[in-house]
């Protein structure tokens, strides 16, 4: 069962323009959130996350919002560029074990 | 400083072989993982260790086993290779206990099962 849904395959938006993606999850007993980024022939890196005391964390051009009672979260990031472009993927735990649930990714194409 | 490197980077085992990928970290990170990725699915983890001589188990530790002898080094055994185990595997790593510390992720290694 996927526990961490992110339902946009792919994403494309034009440089300077807003880029949103979206992830939803169903256990309730998640309580930390992450989004992680990837290029190709790479690991991924870690870009921001929330933990669910909060409904809002921003790090520079990248803003999560987290909506507890619709257990869906957003990613945006303002101004798109074009190194931006890459695999993102969202990700929720919880304090109380090691298992971390990923998205399968959403890919973003950001266009010059 | 490597971070986290992961040998080898690409493999083809037939059906019934056995392999080991290895997952080296200089960071002296207490805690590493080891995820396999697959189309249309997120990361997904096999095992985990807390420290050294320590593992557990992950989502999807069948097939798999992993040994921690040395704190920088983490080893995933596929002792009778499927065609379900073709996938990209990553090796992460992350100072603090517990997953909402920042995982650090190996390049990945490639394997194909035939």
């Known amino acids: 069962d996927q526990q961490v849904k992110q339902n946009s395959p792919s994403l494309s938006v034009q440089e300077g323009r807003i880029s949103i993606l979206n992830c939803d999850y169903t256990?309730?007993?998640?309580?930390?959130f992450l989004w992680y980024k990837k290029y190709p022939a790479e690991g991924p890196t870690f870009l921001i996350s929330?933990?669910?005391?909060?409904d809002k964390n921003e790090d520079g051009r990248f803003t999560v919002f987290l909506n507890k009672s619709a257990k869906h979260l957003s990613l945006h990031i303002v101004p798109s560029q074009p190194g931006d472009s890459a695999v993102y993927f969202c990700?929720?735990?919880?304090?109380?074990?090691?298992?971390?649930?990923f998205g399968a990714g959403t890919r973003l194409t950001v266009k010059p | 400083n490597a971070g986290v490197t992961q040998t080898p980077k690409f493999r083809v085992l037939k059906t019934g072989q056995s392999m080991t990928l290895l997952c080296a970290q200089d960071?002296?990170?207490?805690?590493m993982y080891w995820y396999r990725q697959d189309p249309g699915m997120g990361l997904r983890l096999i095992h985990y260790?807390?420290?050294?001589?320590?593992?557990a188990k992950g989502e999807v530790p069948d097939g798999y086993n992993v040994s921690r002898l040395k704190k920088q080094n983490f080893l995933l055994g596929l002792e009778s290779a499927a065609p379900s185990q073709t996938s990209v595997y990553f090796c992460?790593?992350?100072?603090?206990?517990?997953?909402?510390?920042?995982?650090?992720f190996g390049p990945g290694t490639r394997l194909t099962v035939l």
């Open positions: 990700a929720a735990t919880s304090n109380t074990n090691n298992d971390m649930r």
């Open positions: 256990n309730s007993m998640f309580d930390y």
């Open positions: 960071m002296n990170h207490e805690y």
């Open positions: 992460a790593s992350s100072i603090l206990a517990g997953t909402t510390d920042t995982q650090y």
């Open positions: 260790s807390v420290g050294e001589g320590t593992t």
């Open positions: 929330i933990s669910s005391i909060k």
